[in-house]
């Protein structure tokens, strides 16, 4: 399917930090680490590039500003998506929930995959 990834410069994943960290290879499908998979966390992309552009302006994106926008292809949809976990719920490989959210916190359409694959750049944004 048709989707938009939203990483950093350097093809990581944007939210995830330190063993949750997917480095995506360009035209490859890459899954998330077996940990969170196995918890029903697998990769996230977005609908439309706007909405891919409108969630990397999320404040949970950290620090790091200099992201990019990919055209992307995602495999095997996860339909419905788990709870939303923070940036800091990972801890020695079990995922933990501090604040149970809905998933309705996830950005608007929000998509996730068992396999995504970078096809090309569509947008570097600052």
């Known amino acids: ?3 938009y990834k939203v990483t950093k410069e350097d093809n990581r994943s944007i939210v995830s930090k330190d063993d949750a960290t997917v480095h995506y290879l360009i035209g490859e499908n890459v899954t998330a680490p077996e940990y969170l998979a196995e ?21 949970f994106w950290g620090e790091d500003k200099n992201v990019r ?16 976990a923070t940036r800091n719920s990972v801890d020695n490989k ?8 809905s998933k309705s916190h996830w950005p608007e359409n929000t998509l996730m995959f068992k396999e995504l694959k970078l096809l090309k750049t569509v947008e570097r944004l600052s």
């Open 39 to 59: 918890q029903g966390y697998h990769l996230t992309a977005f609908r439309t590039r706007k909405d891919a552009k409108e969630a990397s302006k999320f404040h």
């Open 1 to 3: 399917m048709k989707c």
């Open 94 to 101: 079990k995922l933990f929930i501090r604040v149970v959210e």
């Open 69 to 84: 926008i990919w055209e992307a292809s995602g495999t095997a949809e996860i339909k419905e998506l788990p709870l939303i």
